[in-house]
């Protein structure tokens, strides 16, 4: 666990991918894990070879955060996936924060 706040936990993941497919083998190994299959959110981003991609999963805005946070450090072809377990209070926009902090401990770690 990364973070938590109110009772929403936060967990970040990650991976080298090279295409569409690889993403979704990626999200597929992390689901096999039942703890994350049952996460509220599993948002993620990636530039594969300069293309942007993301899904929000429900947490609105959340891909364009870690797509951004990418584009600055010039990451190419890695996958970052933030998961939430939502703990029952709305966390407003400290959930982009949250999204931002987590992002940043896996490219940084």
Not at 19 to 28: E, Q, S, T, Y
Not at 47 to 60: F, Q, R, T
Request: glycine share 12%; with cysteine.
């Amino acid at each position: 666990m990364v973070l938590s706040d109110r009772g929403s936990k936060y967990a970040v993941s990650g991976c080298k991918v090279t295409d569409r497919a690889a993403i979704d083998a990626a999200l597929k190994e992390l689901k096999r894990d039942k703890k994350y299959a049952k996460a509220t959110h599993n948002t993620w981003g990636v530039l594969i070879d300069g293309v942007p991609l993301k899904s929000d999963d429900g947490e609105s805005g959340a891909g364009m955060v870690i797509l951004r946070m990418l584009e600055r450090v010039g990451r190419q072809n890695e996958l970052i996936i933030v998961t939430r377990w939502y703990g029952g209070k709305h966390l407003g926009g400290d959930r982009f924060r949250h999204v931002q902090d987590a992002t940043r401990m896996y490219l940084e770690g």
